[in-house]
């Protein structure tokens, strides 16, 4: 039985955007590595908690989807109101969007790899 990337990509969304910490490691492979630095399972899901304690209204809304195994790519958008400091700009409660173009490795069908770009001059360009 073939594993489908797709699938457990867009199943993995669906948890970041329930913030359903405790089913993260069903997706994320307890050595994950994230933009070149092994950050591991407790490290990555600490980032993403962090993420939606400074965005409250964070939602991953995937726009792209390429699914060639053991790779899955994606440009996720975002339209949202972080509080305070955002990538060292100060947005400050204002609404911003951005998009983030992130690239996955999977192993045993979890991701192990993940390569991040965050349209940051997007966001510099509403402020």
């Known amino acids: 039985m073939s594993v489908n990337l797709s699938d457990i990509h867009r199943n993995y969304i669906a948890c970041l955007n329930r913030q359903d910490w405790p089913n993260l490691g069903s997706f ?3 050595d994950v590595h994230y933009n070149g630095a092994p950050v591991g399972l407790s490290g990555y899901r600490n980032m993403l908690e ?3 304690l400074a965005i409250p209204d964070l939602h991953f809304d995937i726009r792209l989807l390429i699914c060639a195994p053991p790779h899955v790519a994606s440009r ?3 339209d949202c109101t972080p509080k305070g400091l955002l990538f060292g700009m100060p947005v400050n409660g204002r609404r911003v969007q951005f998009s ?6 999977f192993l045993d069908g979890r991701i192990r790899t993940v390569w991040s770009i965050i349209d940051k001059a997007a966001i510099a360009a509403q402020l």
């Open 28 to 30: 994320v492979d307890k």
């Open 76 to 78: 996720l958008l975002f």
């Open 50 to 52: 962090g993420n939606f």
């Open 100 to 105: 983030e173009n992130v690239f996955y490795e």
